[in-house]
């Protein structure tokens, strides 16, 4: 990851009110002892995820169009190709941030730093719904599979198909999350 990716998104998390940057002798960058959103009611539970489905739409499809549209560098290629092959040897436990990888992956090579910092941001709100449902060996491979053709679509350079594969991947997985909250 890049230096400014991490600081943008760790300019993120401290927006969001997750960590706070200190200066100094003691300085440095701490997770916040109390969560941002501490015990919401179980109807804006549902409004946060409905909104952060709704951003991440927007936000990782574009992601996926301007990252297929680049003129990819051989690092940058190799790079998207591990965070793949890390979704693909992923066990359910530890698949959705191996997913999250990839996902950040595609909006860094993107080209843009803020976009890459929004992702991150939304995905860390949608993530926090999903923690709470394990992943099931049939969306494990559903996800594996749209995974695959996101990234064969973005290396080939291929942009509408890459953000028709973002935005059926985005929909599988807002389609279980929403499923999982009833």
Known sequence: MSRVTLREALHALQESGFVESRRGRYGGTFVCTVSPSAAPTSASHVDNLEDALTLRSVLETGAAEFAAVRELTEHE???????????????????RRKDSRLHLAIAEISGSPSLTAAVADVRMRSQRAARRNPVAAEEHRALQLANAALVDAVLDGDAPAARRAMAEHLEGTASLLRGFLG
């Open 77 to 95: 290629r190799a790079h998207l190709r591990a965070r793949l092959a890390e979704c693909e040897v992923a066990g359910l436990g530890e698949y």
